[in-house]
């Protein structure tokens, strides 16, 4: 007969380092797909790095174009986003100096204020230099899709306003008292 260390019609349990692994297995696996179908569903909704204003929202537009259409003016503006790099670093570098200088012990606001500048002069050079770049992707763009960008930067514009009204109405609710004499003053 064979030699059975388990009863007959129980069955065999793992080990508990199998089904610990097997755990961290589908605890990383969950993580994986969570994090692709995360980037998934968000890729393309990312604000567009030129700026806040209808250009910025014209680049915003281009990327949500058909697949060739869209690298078609990928492709054609290449050596201008190339131009925008290193006038985009500058920026990104005067950002992150604001941000030390902010949290930088003692409080020094006569550097806050310069470096404030910095970062608004290059902001400034940023948005001139992402002209270029705007006019390439208008005049590529077809009429119908012009067309198409003016009812999409409406509905996105309406969007923006919604979410603005809502801050709005949520910073008056937690706001200060309203028998606070100060606060009812500072709104006047």
Known sequence: MSDQSAAPGRARRA????????????????LIAGAVGARWWTFGSATPWPGSSVNAHLVGYAVTLPGE?????????????DEMRPIRKVMQDARDDVRAVLVATPFDPQRFEAAQKRLFDAEQTTRLATLKLIQAIAQR?????????????????????AFWRKMREDNKSTGPSSDDPKASEARK
């Open 69 to 81: 259409r869209r690298r078609e003016i990928w492709r054609a503006t290449e050596t201008l986003r």
């Open 141 to 161: 763009l077809t009429p119908q899709e012009r067309a198409a960008f003016a009812e999409w930067e409406k509905n996105d514009r309406s969007r923006r306003q």
């Open 15 to 30: 080990p508990g380092w199998l089904l610990a692994i097997l755990v961290a297995s589908l605890l990383l696996n969950g």
